[in-house]
């Protein structure tokens, strides 16, 4: 079993940054992507980013391209995503989430098994 933990989120205001952390346990992350997905009141939940096992591939949502910067370190079973110049439309829960399938960066939520509790940010104008 595995679980998820992020911490983080906050309320700041527009132009701001936030940095995102997941921490997991109950097995090494190594071997298994990973990626953020936020969901907003009446939306459904969406892809930010995510990042291969080794950390060497990513995929960002055209929403946050050049905004958001995914990483993770392996040594430590962590996951990060910092954000930079938010805007309103940032405001969501935001969840970190495991793949157990081995050898890919999936993009849709359904291709996850494991998910954090969330963690609210609010960025406001």
């Known amino acids: 079993q595995v679980q998820l933990v992020e911490s983080g989120g906050g309320l700041v205001q527009a132009g701001g940054s936030l940095r995102l952390s997941c921490a997991a346990s109950?097995?090494?992350?190594?071997?298994?992507?990973m990626g953020w997905f936020r969901q907003a009141p009446g939306k459904e939940r969406d892809s930010v980013a995510t990042?291969?096992?080794?950390?060497?591939?990513?995929y960002y949502a055209d929403a946050v391209k050049d905004r958001f910067a995914i990483s993770r370190d392996n040594a430590k079973n962590m996951m990060y995503l910092y954000m930079y110049r938010l805007k309103p439309e940032d405001t969501a829960v935001y969840y970190c989430?495991?793949?157990?399938?081995?050898?890919?960066?999936?993009?849709?939520?359904?291709?996850?098994?494991?998910w954090g509790q969330g963690t609210q940010v609010t960025v406001s104008s």
């Open positions: 109950g097995r090494n992350i190594t071997s298994y992507g």
């Open positions: 989430a495991l793949d157990l399938h081995f050898g890919r960066v999936a993009v849709h939520s359904a291709e996850y098994n494991y």
């Open positions: 990042i291969s096992a080794s950390g060497d591939s990513t």
